[in-house]
C-alpha cells in the first residue's frame, strides 16, 4: 500500500481487510467473493488498487476507495484461481488456477489478454524427459511424500512472478519441481530452472531483474542468475 501504516490481508472468511497498523484494527472490509480468497497482489502504480483471487474461480479488481464495486474476472469453468500478480507495467495481471491454466487480463479492456495453456508445459517436460505428479527422476523417497501430499493440498499453479521487461514470466506448478520460463508474448515455454528435489512453492525476480529466488519443499532456497 502507499501508506506504510496500513495493510491488506486476506483469508478462508472470504474477505480482505485493510488495516490500520497504528490503530490496529480494520479499517475497511471488502466482501464480494464467493469463496477462500488466495492471494492479492497490489498496483504499485496506483496503490489504490489490488486484485484478489480466489476458490470461487474468479478474480476481482479492487480500489480502496469504493469497496463495494470490484470488477470481476471469470479464471476458470472448473478450479480455484490460487494466485494472482501483476504484470511489471501494472496495465494487466496474470492468475493461475488449480487446473494449470494461466490468464493475463488486461485492466484497461477488462478482457482476457492470453491463455497459457498446460498442455505446452506437458510437453516441453516430455521432451526434457522430466516426470510430472510433482516429482522427477531423481527424487528420494521423503521427497517423493512430500510432493504427493503437497500437490493433494495445493495442486495447479503455486506461484508467478516477472522478468523486469515482462517478456519472461516465472511459474512454480505443483505437478513439476522445476520453475517453468514462459515467453509471454509467443505462449511458449522458453526454459526451466531445475535442481529442486521438490515443489517449489515461491518464485521472486528480485527488484533489479538480476536474479530469481525459488523456495522448495525440499527445504532449500536457490539463487538463479537472470545475466
Known amino acids: 500500500m502507499a501508506n506504510p501504516t496500513e495493510l491488506l490481508s486476506c483469508g478462508g472468511d472470504r474477505t480482505i481487510a485493510l488495516w490500520d497498523l497504528n490503530k490496529g484494527g480494520i479499517k475497511r472490509q471488502f466482501t464480494s467473493h464467493l469463496g477462500d480468497i488466495l492471494s492479492l497482489s497490489v498496483n504499485k502504480n496506483d496503490p489504490n488498487l489490488f486484485v484478489s483471487c480466489s476458490c ?4 476481482r479488481l ?6 463495494a464495486n470490484p470488477i470481476k474476472f471469470i479464471c476458470s469453468n472448473k478450479a480455484d ?6 504484470f511489471p507495467d501494472y496495465n494487466s495481471f496474470s492468475v493461475g488456477s488449480d487446473d494449470e491454466t ?8 477488462d478482457c482476457l489478454l492470453e491463455l497459457y495453456d498446460p498442455k505446452i508445459v506437458h510437453q516441453y517436460m516430455k521432451k526434457k524427459n522430466i516426470m510430472s505428479n510433482g516429482f522427477d527422476q531423481s527424487s528420494d523417497e521423503q521427497s517423493l511424500r ?10 495447479g499453479v503455486l506461484s508467478i ?9 516465472f511459474v512454480a506448478y505443483a505437478d513439476y519441481n522445476p520453475v517453468v520460463i514462459w515467453d509471454t508474448l509467443k ?4 526454459g526451466c530452472l531445475e535442481g529442486h528435489k521438490d515443489v517449489v512453492s515461491q518464485v521472486k525476480v528480485s527488484n533489479d531483474g538480476v536474479g530469481v529466488a525459488t523456495g522448495s519443499r525440499d527445504y532449500i532456497t536457490k539463487i538463479w542468475s537472470t545475466v
Open 161 to 169: 512472478d516477472y522478468s523486469m521487461s515482462g517478456r519472461m514470466m
Open 81 to 86: 484461481s490460487s494466485v494472482c500478480q501483476f
Open 187 to 190: 505462449c511458449e515455454v522458453v
Open 146 to 155: 512430500s510432493s504427493r501430499m503437497g500437490t493433494i493440498d495445493n495442486p
Open 56 to 59: 470461487d474461480r474468479t478474480a
Open 62 to 67: 479492487w480500489d480502496v476507495r469504493d469497496p
Open 102 to 109: 494461466l490468464r493475463l487480463f488486461d485492466l484497461r479492456s
